[in-house]
């Protein structure tokens, strides 16, 4: 089996993918005028904007939703992977796809809201759905939907329980099984409750636990800052084989830093979208700027917390590809959470364990509550005028029966069915987008001549000519004076 997934991963993300995710990001950064630079001020101020309405939530629940998705075991675990194989160098490159990332974000969140539908309800959006409704290519958005539910369900939510019950049993000592039955009851009791459940935990838990480790990592910071003009330069020479140490492996660090950075942002792989479909807004982009500045809030503060820690301390190993050590700073410690907490250790002897397992612990959790979401929306998606009602009862024992499981297996394989699920993804997503960006163009084009006369946009996708736009259609009945 693992064999299998090893071998599958080697073709998802083999050298082509990584630089084409890349590629498309610059492509995409060049055709908005780098939005994610002109636009910083307008998407913080968004993020606080809006109001939940009984069909949607609000710009902020909307953001804490698609954070808690994207801040999970790759803001720990993932980064400490990145260095482990790919050196100090890694990190630029996580931050270099965080930055043309953004971007990539920005275009599949705006579709998601131009072709969101209210169904059941409440507003229902992603990548399955605008593969439809943009493309007219039905059987696209189907496997789509289907790839995204078997990774979401299936795939994915092993990585983040098995790194909970990791570090919980270094930490205190939990039995794994322990660990797996206590996750199964709260993930529960949040899943039978519903998106508004599911946005209220996230608006409360995401915005403190990211606060609460960045805050500990400035700490560390500051207690080594004589580190800081040598680990810059450590960082950015590594990136570009100018440091003779890591010379020899500069394309591991961009390898790794665009696979972990892709991993933990997950700009452009289709997750984010499904959050933002569900935002309440008076147009499009305006979400899409949010969810743009969500990458910025994973990668460029989360996870450069947890590199600061590790690389300000030199709590690190870095393997050559033959198997040797360039750095053996941690003899016997495996790549992973280990890194942080004797980073942590470093400074606050008998603290890093424990802090390390709470923080895995809300980080992997409410991005397994964010896989249940997204993989509930792609059930409804594949189940439109019928009855879904056992189907999501499956789907909820699935994703129940996956997180346990994953809390006993093993660490490689967990991370290897990740990988697979989200390289998936990703290549169906990139094509989708590339395709369809267009709409997502025009849109910010609107938005920004709005915002010139002094407006508060508002979307109308006749006026624009943007078709199969049926939600936002309905708020604007074609005549003829709007067509003119």
Request: contains cysteine.
């Amino acid at each position: 089996m693992e064999q299998f997934v090893t071998s599958l991963n080697n073709v998802l993300w083999s050298t082509p993918v990584i630089y084409s995710c890349l590629a498309i990001g610059l492509l995409f950064s060049i055709l908005t005028r780098f939005l994610q630079v002109r636009h910083f001020k307008e998407m913080i101020k968004l993020m606080f904007k809006g109001k939940s309405s009984e069909a949607g939530v609000s710009s902020f629940q909307a953001l804490s939703l698609a954070l808690s998705g994207r801040v999970g075991t790759g803001n720990i675990a993932g980064v400490a992977t990145a260095i482990a194989f790919g050196g100090p160098g890694a990190v630029f490159w996580m931050w270099a796809v965080a930055f043309i990332g953004a971007s990539s974000a920005f275009i599949e969140s705006t579709l998601a809201q131009i072709y969101k539908v209210k169904q059941g309800g409440q507003y229902r959006g992603g990548p399955a759905y605008y593969i439809e409704k943009g493309t007219g290519m039905k059987w696209y958005g189907v496997l789509f939907a289907i790839a995204a539910l078997v990774a979401m369900s299936i795939l994915m939510p092993g990585v983040q329980s098995n790194s909970i019950a990791l570090g919980l049993d270094n930490a205190f000592g939990i039995n794994p099984t322990v660990t797996a039955i206590g996750l199964v009851i709260i993930l529960a009791s949040i899943i039978f409750g519903g998106v508004k459940r599911i946005a209220n935990v996230a608006q409360i838990v995401v915005p403190f636990m990211a606060l609460g480790y960045i805050l500990l990592s400035l700490v560390i910071i500051a207690v080594n800052i004589t580190e800081l003009p040598g680990v810059i330069a450590l960082i950015f020479k590594s990136a570009f084989a100018l440091e003779s140490a890591f010379g020899g492996i500069v394309g591991l660090a961009v390898s790794w830093g665009v696979k972990r950075g892709i991993y933990s942002n997950e700009a452009g792989q289709g997750t984010g979208p499904h959050a933002a479909a569900a935002a309440e807004v008076s147009h499009p982009v305006k979400q899409g700027l949010v969810q743009a500045f969500s990458v910025y809030i994973d990668t460029l503060f989360v996870c450069s917390a947890t590199a600061f820690m590790i690389l300000f301390t030199g709590m690190y190993n870095t393997k050559a590809p033959d198997g040797s050590y360039i750095i053996s700073n941690l003899p016997g410690v495996e790549p992973g959470p280990g890194y942080t907490q004797a980073a942590i250790e470093t400074v606050i002897p008998g603290f890093g364990a424990g802090f390390v397992a709470i923080a895995l612990f809300f980080f992997a959790f409410t991005t397994i509550m964010a896989y249940y979401y997204i993989a509930e929306t792609n059930i409804a998606y594949l189940t439109r005028g019928k009855n879904s009602k056992w189907p999501m009862f499956a789907l909820k024992l699935v994703i129940l029966g996956a997180t346990f499981y994953g809390c006993v297996k093993t660490a490689a394989l967990a991370w290897a069915l990740g990988d697979a699920g989200l390289g998936i993804m990703v290549w169906l997503n990139l094509i989708a987008i590339l395709i369809l960006a267009k709409p997502a163009l025009i849109a910010l084009k609107d938005y920004e001549a709005q915002k010139k006369q002094g407006l508060d946009p508002v979307f109308n996708p006749i006026k624009l000519g943007i078709k199969n736009a049926e939600y936002w259609e309905k708020e604007y009945p074609k005549d003829e004076n709007q067509v003119s």
